[in-house]
DNA sequence: AATCATCACGTAATAACGTAATAAAAAGCG
DNA sequence: CGCTTTTTATTACGTTATTACGTGATGATT
């Protein structure tokens, strides 16, 4: 079977999730929304608001970009996309959702090229830090900015 | 000794300290660069660009944007102030250079309060997990939202 | 001192990112 | 169906960050 084969079908898997993450929240995963979450799926990593509105107009309709942070805002609120606030852009979320774990988007300063990994020893040692901060409670989301190996 | 007396002392000591990395580095603290820190330091918290701009002018001569940006690359490239992505703003960053502990910036969610904490422990679970992601190195900061304990 | 290279700063314009406000359309529900 | 809630369209606006270009300061080299 060929990569593209295998990405297609991995591609499938995603959106299959997605879809049933949102049926059994009683989540609304509209047109717009899908198609959002899919060309996210399909660019591998992250992608700008705006490049995401230029990637869904077409010459019979212009999105507007506050269509596209709405789609956003949605897949975030559904734990189905993050948001890379040192790179102003938005990434698939993959990985099952383990409480226990932290969820860390390692992001290639060069390229910005991100691999996300879970750890919970990680999720160990910042809560250790975060009660010394005087924080009760920390997102399971960080990203750490660094150089991929080549 | 009053706190306010307290924290004049604790700003000279920061002023002081910049200078004095700087002056090692041969890196110039030039008045412009020198009053950006200052006014972070004296802030105790995140600053957003615009805001340092408006604090930093006054009625004979108004700054540009870009005066501050580059005042703020210039101390962030020295390691004396953080840029919080999530809250497009700039902090002071204190503590001792540790290069083997991880600075960890937390971010209230709700007032954007900040609490810094260096820990060797995170910074090992970072490494081993970047290690996993095929990083070869990481920085030394990170950023991670919260709920700060009342 | 004159030359040269580098860095810092001023000024203006613009790009990039994100949100508010309002109205229209669509979907859920009795 | 009529009523309510959610979603979307359109427009305008606000915020954050960068680009471009010229000028002056600095520091070393000849
Ligand atoms: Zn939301
Ligand atoms: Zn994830
Ligand atoms: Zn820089
Ligand atoms: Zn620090």
């Known amino acids: 079977m060929s990569t593209k084969a295998l990405r297609k079908e991995e591609e499938e898997n995603l959106l299959r999730r997605a879809d049933d993450l949102c049926r059994q929240n009683n989540l609304r995963l509209t047109p717009i929304r899908e198609r959002v979450y899919r060309e996210l799926v399909q660019s591998g990593g992250p992608v700008g608001a705006y490049d995401l509105v230029d990637r869904l107009s077409n010459e019979k309709k212009r999105l507007a970009p506050v269509t596209i ?45 991100t691999v996300e990994v879970h750890s919970t020893e990680v999720a160990e040692a910042v809560r250790k830090a975060a009660e010394q901060a005087g924080f009760k409670s920390v997102s399971p989301f960080m990203e750490v900015e660094g150089e991929i190996a080549q």
């Open 69 to 113: 942070y709405r789609a956003l805002d949605f897949l975030r609120d559904a734990g189905l996309v993050h948001r890379l606030a040192t790179q102003n852009s938005y990434v698939i979320s993959h990985g099952q959702p383990d409480m226990n774990a932290m969820k860390i988007m390692f992001v290639d300063a060069k390229t910005g090229e």
